[in-house]
Nanobody, 117 residues
């Protein structure tokens, strides 16, 4: 299973970005797909996941996760971005619903999001 994330970049406070992650290879029929992020010097944290939708408290109301099954793609629409959202964002897949880093079975390479103040 391979996951390829894209869409990161530099944005000003209050701006928006849309991340994409294409999933390829053999997965369960409906894998749980999630976004995590890791800021410099910090642990990797759960951001959002989708089978139903799940969000970290820090992003509720600002970020929206969605998926397009026909294209095996999951998206993360990020609005009202803040400097504290600066991190490397990773997409991940699992056969079950979880927000735990160690429980995710597949990871993509990250994409850097930088929010300037």
């Amino acid at each position: 299973v391979q996951l390829q994330a894209s869409g990161g970049g530099l944005v000003q406070t209050g701006g928006s970005l849309r991340l994409s992650c294409v999933v390829s290879g053999s997965t369960s029929s409906s894998p749980f797909l999630a976004w995590f992020r890791q800021a410099p010097g910090k642990e990797r944290d759960f951001v959002a996941g989708i089978r139903s939708t799940y969000y970290a408290d820090s992003v509720k109301g600002r970020f929206t996760i969605s998926r397009e099954n026909a294209k095996n793609t999951v998206f993360l629409q990020m609005n009202s971005l803040k400097p504290e959202d600066t991190a490397v964002y990773y997409c991940a897949a699992s056969s079950f619903i979880t927000d735990q880093v160690d429980a995710m079975q597949y990871w993509g390479k990250g994409t850097l999001v930088t929010v300037s103040s």
